[in-house]
């Protein structure tokens, strides 16, 4: 039986409102570093992607809806560079893997993230993107610790209190170590994979 005819007009190259969804997220992030968000306006992100006000009301809202969806874009791609910490079976090696690429992604996006937390409180959408994603790092160092002998369980000996209070203590000081330099956010890494191994029982 011959094979069936490709699909017409199957794309192969990116749809024109995907281009533009990741031209005004790509504006809004600039603008994040040029102007701060509060000073940021919808025709600003309009302008720098190179569309008109009406056009980008098509894709979202309001200036809140262009932030919340660059959030989303962003913690989508911690979660996925930080993966590795739930998949790979040695805890040292996912301790470390997970430390090194969210240290990449802070670099890259350290800016978003910062204004994710300070919206957090008074953004509902950006506080429950924000939450979910903690509560999946929690789950994975939950997972690295039970794998390194920590007990299961919830008491502030084991190992899911305990990853709850490393997932916090370890965004705290990616927020402020990001502000200075790209070597403070280094150092900073280093003192909480030193933190999180001792916690593990793998140094002491």
């Known amino acids: 039986m011959p094979g069936r005819p490709p699909a017409r007009g199957r794309r192969t190259t990116e749809r024109k409102g995907d281009v533009r969804e990741r031209a005004i997220l790509d504006t809004?992030?600039?603008l994040l570093a040029g102007k701060?968000?509060?000073?940021?306006?919808?025709?600003?992100?309009?302008?720098?992607a190179g569309i008109t006000r009406?056009?980008?009301?098509f894709y979202f809202g309001s200036k809140q809806e262009v932030v919340t969806a660059l959030v989303a874009r962003t913690v989508e791609h911690l979660w996925e560079r930080s993966?590795?910490?739930?998949q790979t079976d040695e805890p040292r090696q996912?301790?470390?893997?997970?430390?090194?690429?969210?240290v990449e992604l802070w670099n890259e996006h350290g800016l978003v993230m910062r204004t994710a937390?300070?919206?957090s409180l008074t953004v509902p959408e950006i506080g429950e993107l924000w939450n979910h994603t903690a509560d999946l790092f929690i789950a994975a160092i939950?997972?690295?610790?039970?794998?390194?002998?920590?007990?299961?369980?919830t008491r502030p000996d084991q190992a899911s209190a305990m990853a709850r209070a490393l997932c916090w203590m370890i965004e705290r000081t990616f927020y402020h170590a990001s502000q200075?330099?790209?070597?403070?956010?280094?150092?900073?890494s280093e003192t909480c994979e030193h933190i999180w191994l001792i916690s593990a029982g793998l140094i002491t």
């Open 94 to 102: 996912a301790i470390a893997t997970a430390m090194q690429r969210t």
């Open 142 to 153: 939950t997972a690295v610790l039970e794998r390194a002998g920590i007990q299961a369980g």
């Open 36 to 48: 701060g968000y509060d000073a940021m306006t919808v025709g600003d992100v309009a302008q720098g």
């Open 83 to 86: 993966r590795a910490t739930a």
């Open 117 to 119: 937390i300070d919206l």
């Open 180 to 188: 200075e330099s790209r070597e403070n956010l280094q150092e900073a």
């Open 28 to 30: 809004c992030e600039a």
């Open 54 to 57: 009406g056009a980008l009301y």
